[in-house]
């Protein structure tokens, strides 16, 4: 599963904290990698104890709240707290897998990482390069959002991100472990409940809805783990 959401941020937002971002300090983005992602990542990222990355990741995940198509999509039980990273001169992150489990930066809690999310800063035309592609076992696709988007993919394909050769990309990332552990699961619900709503729209007293309603709410608990 492979989705954008548009508008996290406003564009004026987005514009506000790209401006502090280019003015605060960044650090080797190698880091914070494992051994073998560490031998082909090539950026930077904030520390997490910036007070800028505590201030823009709470309102990432106050917006991600509110967000009806993320919740819809996500299922979410936990999600990380935002990180941020910055690619320039030529940065790059070859193919990676991203590890299973993480941990939350400063307290004894873990997450399985089902779903992988990047929020773009920077607009299309302010870099060349810094494309996120994703191999998802069928095709790769080529993820390059405006300022504020979001795109929502599985944990558990090979993605890299491409040298950026002009000007500089700056994004948010985080992981979210779902509800429902299975993605092909959470697609079917997602579908089903975009399915509903249309119906909803269209015939609200049809009683095929509220039927429909039931059998959606009744898969989510057969496989909604809490
Ligand atoms: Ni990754």
């Given at each position: 599963m492979m989705l954008a959401i548009?508008?996290?941020?406003?564009p004026d937002e987005a514009r506000m904290f790209r401006?502090?971002?280019?003015q605060t300090a960044w650090s080797d983005g190698r880091a914070s990698a494992g051994a073998l992602a560490g031998r082909v990542k090539d950026n930077q990222q904030l520390a997490d104890d910036n007070p800028l990355a505590a201030r823009l990741g709470g309102l990432i995940l106050e917006r991600l709240a509110r967000s009806e198509r993320f919740?819809?999509?996500a299922l979410p039980l936990k999600v990380l707290p935002p990180r941020f990273n910055r690619y320039v001169g030529g940065g790059a992150y070859g193919d990676h897998v991203d590890s299973a489990v993480l941990s939350v930066p400063g307290a004894p809690l873990r997450l399985r990482g089902d779903l992988s999310a990047t929020v773009f800063f920077s607009d299309p035309e302010d870099y060349d390069g810094?494309?996120?592609v994703i191999d998802s076992g069928l095709g790769e696709t080529r993820v390059k959002l405006p300022a504020g988007h979001m795109v929502l993919y599985s944990a558990r394909t090979v993605h890299r991100v491409t040298p950026v050769t002009?000007?500089?990309r700056f994004a948010a990332f985080f992981w979210i472990e779902s509800m429902v552990r299975q993605g092909d699961r959470r697609a079917m619900l997602l579908d089903l409940d975009e399915a509903i709503g249309s119906l909803r729209a269209d015939t609200p007293d049809h009683p095929a809805v509220l039927r429909l309603t039931g059998l959606y709410h009744?898969?989510?608990r057969e496989w909604a783990d809490t």
């Open positions: 548009p508008d996290i941020l406003t401006l502090e971002l280019e919740m819809q999509a810094g494309e996120l002009r000007g500089a009744n898969l989510l």
